[in-house]
């Protein structure tokens, strides 16, 4: 991955390309705004399958059509928002895109840097294979808006460990790729749900010291995910 075309003082940015797999479908509409939802697959090295939600507007569009089997390149970032099903509140993650480009041929990429506060205490767990893993809820304050995204990180070995020493208010800086994972949900009747979880998969992180009250997370779910 090569991460050096990212601008240092954005706290949020990502860049993915992969194969469009789903047709465009209508998703919100601010202020006279319209925004569309689509899916991408992107492949990793392993042969892995990742599956990226993506929400794009009208107007970076521009009458541009997008259709399944088209390879895309996106650049924009990895936002969050709640939304409700029935009384519950559930944390969506999507791939906003600022601008893109339809691509003549097969290719992928996947790659976002983070710039944010960690909200709530790192969990370190092992797995049953002794495999070092911890999760970590990271805000990320947008740039101009106010409000901040929610997103869920993952980090391994000793990234893990490392990040395991570290509270809440921390402000750290995640560099990686956006992952999507299905995962088994037992149900009350003894039957089970498959559910798929995203996050970011972490590659490097640095510590960059503790949250101030300049730049303290805005605790705002309410807002819609532009």
Not at 28 to 34: A, L, N, V, Y
Not at 74 to 92: A, V
Not at 135 to 143: E, F, K, P
Not at 211 to 223: D, G, L, R
Request: hydrophobic share 35%; charged share 25%; with cysteine.
């Amino acid at each position: 991955m090569n991460y050096t075309n990212f601008k240092d003082e954005l706290t949020n940015c990502a860049k993915i390309a992969g194969k469009v797999i789903s047709e465009l479908e209508s998703s919100h509409q601010i202020e006279g705004e319209k925004f569309y939802e689509f899916k991408i697959e992107i492949v990793r090295l392993s042969s892995v399958v990742d599956i990226i939600p993506v929400t794009i507007s009208e107007r970076t569009l521009m009458k541009s059509s997008i259709n399944i089997g088209t390879f895309v390149a996106l650049d924009g970032e990895y936002r969050s928002y709640n939304k409700l099903f029935g009384d519950k509140s559930k944390l969506i993650l999507h791939f906003f895109a600022k601008s893109f480009t339809i691509l003549d041929k097969e290719f992928y990429n996947n790659e976002v840097k983070l710039t944010g506060f960690v909200c709530k205490e790192p969990v370190y767990r092992k797995t049953p294979f002794e495999r070092e893993i911890c999760d970590v809820l990271l805000a990320v304050n947008r740039t101009n808006y106010h409000k901040s995204d929610y997103i869920p990180c993952i980090l391994w070995g000793r990234n893990a460990r490392f990040m395991a020493s570290q509270t809440t208010g921390c402000k750290v800086e995640i560099v990686g790729r956006i992952q999507s994972r299905e995962y088994k949900k037992l149900k009350s009747n003894g039957e089970f749900d498959t559910l798929t979880a995203y996050e970011v998969s972490c590659q490097t992180i640095s510590v960059l010291g503790n949250v101030t009250s300049i730049e303290k997370p805005i605790y705002n779910q309410n807002a819609v995910n532009d």
